[in-house]
């Protein structure tokens, strides 16, 4: 959908437009503002055609190169590199960039994508005032939307995707009158969406996909022109929005809509094609009429809480192609026309419903019916002889009141066989997803947010393990699976069924523990999934049977295989210590695991008393993050503390301060990278910072004289310099001179940058540090390591004052 309008009629009319203009001569200014711009993008290879003899209005278009003129000035440029994932280097100046752009006064088209662009979007831009479409996906571009945009009235496509653009969607956006489309997707803008949104009554695209924006959406219906809305991975909700009759492509995906789908609304949605509303709450009947709609094609209701009674004599659209219906509620019969035998190909998910088909996995009725009343859903049966509005009430009333006595008299049974069964053990109710929820806390299981439950990252899906499963997977706790315990609780090493090693972590709960709270704290532990954090796959609860309080809960971790950071750095064998760019990627691994804790959930994890044992590598020597300061589960395990706050004598410093705290810890793990030697007492980190100080003002064989011997003539003097630099910034006295961890990977993404261009150009042959071997051949790990989501402070060695 993405290339349908940001490529395919913009490409047409560029090869339109060159063959009219094909003799076209260009102002010697113009062609020299070009070459300028070659100069500022550092050449790469797109450009390396351009030079002063270029005829450019005239040049042969490519995908990847287009000038187009009209008379003699460049109405057109379209430059599409190949430097997505490497920013430009530290002396790039987007300032510059613009200040030599607007010298093209005529330009109506500009694409900029992929080249590795960073910085804030000058405000100077204004001056382009011919601008049609403006597109600089794919870049590092950052800061809020420049108001100065504003005042380009002609603007009808503004496309930003893949960039880290912050703050809200500006309310000035309707001073855009031709706007036609819009698409942000993937950065990190929030709030909610302004009304005057609803006023853009030309725009065809809305794509805000990926961010975080949340709140209630405005009323879209007046944008009649609309065609693609995608809001997929946001926080918006919790109502069915209104909207647009014309709409082709619908994504509400990933969000937090918790109403009934509008069968009004979608029903007179006669152009849709693609509707997409998985991985959110909704509730209430599922709309049969949406498998039916004119031209429907694609159509995902999956991970909703949807009700409802399917009939095999429900009709389908012939082209309806792909359908998932799974994860809902839903009972009845699998309709005919979703059926294999149908004579169609489509393809049809309808799994952990409760349908009367044995070929997908279906739970029990009792299920979907004990979990529609315990989210307050159940669909009332209608009295079809009521022929006043009292005796309906009545009516329905006695229905209720015979739901409820039955779900009782099924709980009571099943409470009565397990208490015949298990007469002198504890009393205790183990949650199993194949029974319907028998007490508050099963039933407040729907808080968890369905889009904590993702599968991302190469993990699965964050669910809920029985307690069978892990029993089997660590053969009942026995001994032999038994790896320590710490200050919340034991751990346990277990292999599942599928065969994934994991560790598990049982925590005994006080009596007084609120389920309200542990659900809060399991959402957000859930949230907590990242390339470099060590992640928690799902959890268990153990319950007493008399008050249905929680007794234990048991928390399923990912394994990591490779152990701990140090052993590849200090304490190894020769054979397989990191090269210096290993440590360069591994350190950039560290700094984005700290932001996502500071900046990629809400609220933020400071004050994570990060330490060189705490980092972990996978099988692809990836840096995860094993322990951080999420204070779990307060009222049970009788501590005291909240998310982002540090208690003790000193106070609770601001959240700017723990942010910093983080910075100078992680800044004695990079001392520690560079050096190659095991820190333990706050004396060596200072006596290092110093030493490593004087020697960045010194000379090439001052500041290799710091390094780790097996790296330091494998390295670039100015990737050395780099990380030495931004290592004693960290390691400031003062907090508030410390770097941001932005400013932080910034440098340590340079510096990978120069150490990579700096091996390119280098004799392998002449450098004594030979690259260690592939992850694939490495001895097998020591230990299992899992994450503390409260780690103690007991490393061995002094804390460093922070």
């Not at 379209?78 to 002396?91: Q, R, Y």
């Not at 995707?161 to 912050?166: C, G, L, T, V, Y």
């Amino acid at each position: 959908m993405e290339k349908l309008y940001c490529g395919m009629p913009l490409l047409l009319l560029v090869l339109l437009l060159a063959s009219i203009d094909g003799s076209t001569q260009l102002q010697s200014s113009q062609s020299q503002t070009l070459l300028r711009l070659q100069q500022l993008l550092y050449y790469p290879k797109v450009l390396n055609s351009w030079n002063n003899y270029t005829d450019f209005c005239n040049s042969e278009p490519s995908p990847s190169l287009t000038v187009v003129c009209y008379e003699d000035s460049v109405t057109q440029l379209h430059i599409i590199g190949d430097n997505g994932t490497h920013m430009l280097p530290k002396s790039f100046s987007i300032n510059s960039f613009v200040t030599t752009l607007v010298k093209l006064p005529d330009v109506k088209v500009l694409t900029f994508v992929s080249l590795g662009l960073w910085g804030w979007l000058p405000q100077k831009i204004n001056r382009l005032s011919s601008l049609e479409i403006l597109n600089v996906s794919s870049n590092f571009l950052f800061g809020p939307i420049p108001h100065e945009l504003s005042s380009l009235a002609t603007l009808q496509t503004l496309i930003l995707d893949e960039n880290m653009f912050s703050g809200e969607l500006p309310d000035w956006i309707d001073s855009l009158p031709s706007l036609a489309v819009l698409s942000l997707r993937k950065n990190v803008l929030n709030g909610s969406l302004p009304s005057s949104l609803s006023s853009l009554s030309g725009l065809r695209v809305l794509a805000l996909a990926n961010n975080r924006f949340n709140g209630a959406l405005p009323d879209l219906s007046h944008l009649t022109n609309l065609q693609v809305l995608d809001l997929e991975g946001n926080s918006f909700g919790p109502l069915f929005p209104r909207l647009s009759n014309k709409l082709v492509t619908l994504i509400l995906s990933k969000n937090k809509f918790r109403s009934a789908v509008s069968a009004e609304e979608v029903s007179s949605l006669y152009q849709l094609q693609h509707l997409d509303l998985s991985y959110n709450t909704f509730v209430g009947p599922f709309p049969t009429s949406l498998m039916s709609l004119p031209a429907i094609t694609y159509l995902n209701i999956s991970h909703n809480k949807l009700t409802g009674r399917l009939s095999a004599n429900l009709s389908c659209n012939s082209q309806l192609m792909f359908v998932d219906m799974s994860s809902n509620l839903l009972t009845g019969s699998l309709p005919t026309c979703l059926k294999p035998s149908s004579g169609t190909s489509r393809d049809v998910v309808y799994a952990s419903n409760c349908l009367a088909t044995t070929n997908e996995d279906q739970r029990p009725v009792s299920f979907c019916s004990n979990e529609a009343l315990a989210v307050g859903i159940l669909p009332q049966k209608r009295n079809k002889v009521s022929k006043v509005g009292i005796a309906l009430g009545v009516t329905a009333s006695i229905l209720g009141v015979l739901l409820l006595a039955g779900a009782l008299f099924v709980v009571l049974r099943r409470l009565n066989a397990k208490k015949t069964v298990t007469k002198s053990s504890p009393r205790l109710i183990r949650e199993n997803a194949s029974m319907g929820y028998t007490s508050k806390l099963l039933s407040d299981a729907r808080y968890i947010s369905q889009t904590m439950k993702l599968g991302g990252l190469g993990l699965p899906a964050y669910r809920t393990f029985s307690l069978e499963e892990l029993e089997y997977a660590t053969n009942n706790f026995e001994s032999s699976a038994f790896m320590g315990e710490g200050s919340q609780g034991q751990i346990y090493r277990g292999r599942l069924k599928d065969g994934s090693f994991v560790a598990i972590r049982c925590l005994k709960m006080k009596k007084s523990c609120s389920t309200q709270n542990l659900m809060h704290h399991i959402e957000l532990i859930a949230k907590l999934r990242h390339r470099h954090l060590v992640s928690v796959l799902g959890h268990c609860f153990e319950c007493y049977l008399d008050d249905s309080t929680v007794s234990r809960m048991f928390f399923v971790f990912e394994y990591v295989p490779n152990g701990e950071l140090r052993t590849w750095i200090s304490d190894g064998h020769m054979g397989r210590l990191l090269t210096w760019e290993q440590r360069i990627s591994v350190a950039i691994g560290v700094a984005k695991g700290i932001q996502f804790l500071h900046t990629g959930i809400v609220p933020g994890v400071y004050d994570n008393n990060l330490k060189m044992t705490d980092i972990l590598l996978d099988n692809n020597l990836a840096a995860k993050l094993s322990s951080y300061n999420l204070p779990l589960l307060v009222e049970g395990l009788g501590k005291v503390g909240q998310v982002g706050s540090r208690s003790g004598p000193k106070g609770t410093p601001s959240i700017k301060d723990e942010d910093k705290i983080d910075i100078y810890d992680f800044g004695v793990i990079l001392l520690e990278l560079i050096v190659g030697r095991p820190l333990r007492a706050k004396s060596q980190v200072d006596v290092l910072k110093e030493q490593l100080q004087a020697s960045i003002s010194a000379d090439d064989g001052a500041r290799r004289s710091m390094v780790d011997p097996t790296v330091h003539r494998a390295c670039s003097d100015q990737s050395l310099k780099t990380m030495m630099e931004i290592c004693v910034r960290c390691l400031l006295k003062d907090p508030l001179e410390r770097p941001s961890i932005e400013d932080v990977l910034w440098n340590l993404q340079f510096a990978s940058q120069v150490q990579e261009g700096w091996l390119q150009n280098s004799n392998p042959s002449s450098n004594l540090g030979s690259p260690s071997p592939a992850a694939s051949s490495l001895p097998p790990p020591s230990r299992l390591h899992v994450t503390t989501l409260e780690s103690p402070r007991d490393s061995g060695c002094e804390e460093h004052e922070r």
